[in-house]
């Protein structure tokens, strides 16, 4: 996607120097930041610290770490150890897992001497292939957005934009690119229909402020919005429908994502507003039965009692409620299945 | 109510000295400070900026004001001009007109020589009604927290509190004492009855920090949640009740409260959580038939763009939102009428 004029991906390697780039998302949306490492201990540190984010996107660059470790040593036991270091860094994140399996399966039934120049190879190719789903996420949620534009036409609104809600970030920055719930709306843009999208806040990491920056960067017309806010704005009429992320989706299809997401679906089912979730297909969890299954993170509260902005000159870290207070951070939850109106996928509309 | 263990209201006067003093709101949780004034324009200035806030504090603000200028000039010409500067101060709230009109009716069919002793008497009053009205509403709200403490017994789940989720302040803070939503908390902590409350944060101008900061000074147990986590946590079983204040409520019963209540209604109706909505019987407005007629205030994106907080040593302000994004900052919802378990005023519980 486009940072000013210029095509970017969150993460990418030069394999003839053999370094990692990526947007060092800690410091967005005041400052654009590039990284560029040669250690696989940078990767470790850049997952841990949230420079890289978003469930697809640590998969990729855990896998670009194992790449950069092989540099340093490709026997068995150093690239194991790091792979384990890897997982730890961010110990929640189901694709971190997926991306370092993947990259050990292929190395270590290899001789060590071919080990390198497969390691890169892999995690370029996980790289393609995570942006090739999104785009295909992109087509098939696509459909949806035209279908809900025609709707709009019969009621005599062709003039109005077609309104779509979003909660956290599900964009290209959570992803090597594209996005999964703004890949459609990305889509819709680029296709010449007139959207506008509701950009909840998302607290407490306020991802939606991340969501505000890529539209900006792509031109795609958009508010930002309290959380609270966007029921309102469905009782008013203002939006046509909803689109999130998934970090996991059970067996009977209750949906776990950012804290928050269950409250705007049930407002959406309260106003008649679709609700539509878009994930690749390997979000879906076929070994948990229902949500409730699911174990809710609690996260630390500083994210809640202090924020990080722009103090004029620099990025300054305020803390907004006294640490005194007892508080409590669920970083998910569960939105029934009943609640949902569609799921968007790289496979399909389901 | 109590900050430390010094009993104090929101606002108050010394009759012979003819000043007022009150909590400035503007510098809580952080710093506790009490600004003493001597002049109307004083008084102005605190409603306009915040530091004192809540519809029934800044209609009995507004009264003391008229008090104070009436220690200046008594004529008509000069009370009406002060009325008029008074109502300005903050156009949209109704208890400011309220409490001016009350004053106004009082003085003027007066002599000018009775004007200062009848002012002050006046101003006075209405304070101390206030807080009875309050201290009623209390009482009402505790019948029915007992209700859900004995049902709680019956599950044998004597042991655990009581958990009741808020939204906003609708604390003694936004009231002269004792407070609306919070007021049968408040009773129910005094009567013994192990109560805790879940505080929202309210973005955009963050109120829960200030009820967080109420029931500390009173020994509440509570826990500052974000906005995005009630739904969640009355899906695991973990709120009894919810207990929010009110802006106006149409004669259809659809409650008019800070923006983000229709949320938490909807997931209380979901979950089978009773939703009771605290405030005195002149909320109700009813020339207004239905919330749908109630006109929905867009306040300044800056509250929402912008944080104050504490930075280490001092308050400080950060930008949070860059400001060339477009945001919205609607103010108020409409929670309907049917997702309203009871109304608690300082008549009944309806």
């Known amino acids: ?21 990526f947007i060092d998302q800690t410091q967005l949306p005041f400052v654009f930041d590039v990284k560029q490492v040669s250690h696989y201990i940078d990767i470790v540190n850049a997952i841990a610290s949230m420079q890289v984010r978003g469930a697809p996107l640590i998969g990729v660059a855990a896998a670009f770490g194992i790449a950069l470790a092989v540099k340093e040593q490709c026997s068995d036991d150093f690239i194991s150890k790091v792979a384990q270091t890897l997982i730890a860094s961010r110990p929640t994140a189901v694709n971190l897992q997926w991306g370092v399996t993947r990259m050990l399966n292929t190395l270590l039934p290899l001789p060590t001497s071919l080990r390198l120049a497969a390691a ?67 889509a819709a843009h680029d296709a010449g229909i007139n959207v506008h999208v509701w950009v909840d806040e998302t607290r407490p990491r306020n991802q939606g402020l991340l969501t505000a920056w ?21 009782q008013q009429g203002l939006v046509d429908c909803c689109i999130v992320g998934a970090d996991r989706i059970a067996k009977n299809n209750d949906v776990c994502n950012k804290i928050g997401t269950y409250l705007k679906a049930l407002a959406a089912n309260d106003n008649g507003v679709p609700f539509y979730v878009a994930a690749p297909s390997n979000t879906f969890d076929l070994s948990i039965e229902n949500g409730d299954m699911i174990d809710i993170e609690n ?3 500083n994210e809640l009692s202090d924020i990080k902005g722009f103090d004029e000159e620099f990025t300054a870290r305020v803390i907004k409620i006294n640490r005194s207070s007892r508080m409590l951070n669920p970083a998910f939850d569960v939105t029934p299945a009943s609640l949902i109106t569609h799921f968007i996928t790289e496979e399909s509309v389901l």
Not at 222 to 234: E, F, K, P, R, S
């Open 1 to 21: 996607m486009k940072v000013g004029n210029q095509h970017f991906r969150t993460i990418w390697c030069d394999k003839t120097q053999m370094t990692v780039s």
């Open 120 to 186: 890169w190879l892999e995690a370029e190719q996980m790289a393609d292939e995570d942006v090739k789903q999104n785009q295909q996420i992109a087509i098939n949620g696509l459909s949806l957005l035209k279908k809900l534009k025609v709707t709009k036409e019969k009621l005599n609104k062709a003039d109005e934009p077609l309104n779509i809600l979003t909660h956290c970030n599900a964009g290209w920055l959570a992803t090597v690119d594209v996005g999964t719930a703004l890949a459609p709306i990305y």
């Open 214 to 234: 890529e539209l900006e960067q792509h031109g795609v017309p958009h508010t930002v919005i309290v959380d609270n806010a966007g029921g309102h704005l469905m």
């Open 299 to 301: 996260r630390h509260v």
